[in-house]
């Protein structure tokens, strides 16, 4: 980058951060671009904001496609901005691999509350990226933090083990499931039980929601160890249970142990399994006072400040990560020195350890370098 350059860049910045400061909208959407994309200066925009980083609470919400996330997301901007809150939202799609377009049409599927003032939405696309969230969506969340906004909204493409980025970009992660396209398999894999600090049983008013629900609450029992504290299902006098919900908690550990409050334990947090119809607003209540119970819970049992501070350790390492990648990958003499070196890998001569530990070894001046020009990521 020539001096110019820089200084034009620098220029720009500082006039963008001023009207970033007083609060205006389209230098807000500005920054955004500007971080999403890695433009000039990003990394000199993000420094600034950082400061006003940390106020914020991030809601990731995540489920299979088809699960209702944008639906629910809408319902749960309606309650928040009903209480004043300012809202930010970022919603994440796949990119096609064949095109590598998106379809991005989170806005047109939030209408409801695309022109609140007081809410921003910003559609991402993966752009390859393998943990359901784009590379940046972290540093787009920062800078809506810095703008202000109360309240974050993650929602991402799909649930799975390859689908766990989420939790680490959240504070709160809300899984939203479906009572069909195999919904109960899903429950079982142990990453999907992991990441969520709250269930939601979207379209409850379809055949089999109990059965997930109940699913899914056996799960939990089984993580936690719940089931250990409650009386095998042959020791429950089923003569003294009055109706249907009682005989399915009588039926179920973990939620006979739930409803005794024995899994709730002062420095535990089970998740909660809640019924929702986000299309008929059935539920929501329900999911906004779980989501604010747990956010209080974290608040008060440090694990809060813990999950923040795992966020900034994993920003620091993702970062150089990418400087290394970049700085060796777009040198031209270690792509050259490397190509030299298939020959002898081919012929077995020497193993790719050993041609990774000789490139590192002769790429300590290109990656410390005093003199190397600041990577803006293109």
Known sequence: MSMTTALSS??????????????????????VSIVENHRSGFDQLLAVLHPLVGRARRIGI????????????????????????????????????FTGGALLGDR?????????????????????SLGGLAMSTREVC??????????????????????????RAADT??????????????????????????????????PGADRLRNDIELMLGLRTGAHTHV?????????????????????????AARVAGLMEAPDAWTPPVLRTIAAQQQGMEEVVDALDRHFHYLARSGELRIRRLARLRERVMEIVELQVRERLWRDAATLDWLEQQLESLESG??????????????????????????????
């Open 173 to 206: 992660t809300l899984v939203v499931l479906v009572p069909e396209s195999g919904d109960s398999i899903q429950t079982l894999k142990a990453g999907v039980m992991e990441i969520a600090d709250v269930f939601a049983v979207n379209k409850a008013d379809r």
């Open 349 to 378: 001569v020497v193993a790719p350890f050993a041609v990774a530990d000789a490139l590192r070894g002769r790429s300590g001046m290109l990656l410390t370098g005093a003199d190397h020009a600041p990577l803006h990521g293109g």
């Open 142 to 167: 920062d800078v809506l933090d810095a703008f202000g906004m109360d309240i974050i909204l993650l929602e991402t493409v799909g649930v799975g083990q390859s689908e766990l980025d989420v939790a």
């Open 10 to 31: 620098t220029e720009a910045i500082t006039r963008l951060l001023e009207q970033f400061r007083a609060g205006k909208p389209a230098a807000l959407a500005r920054a």
């Open 231 to 255: 009386p095998a299902h042959h020791g429950v006098d089923l003569r003294n249970i009055p109706d249907r919900d009682a005989m399915r908690d009588a039926m179920n550990p973990a939620r």
């Open 108 to 128: 047109i599927r939030m209408e409801e509350v695309a022109l609140d003032p007081g809410v921003f939405i910003r559609s991402m696309a993966t752009r390859g």
């Open 62 to 97: 995540t489920g299979p496609p088809g699960a209702g996330k944008s639906t629910l997301t809408t319902q749960l901007v309606k309650r928040y901005r009903a209480l004043g809150l300012r809202v930010g939202i970022v919603a994440v799609d796949p990119t096609s691999p």
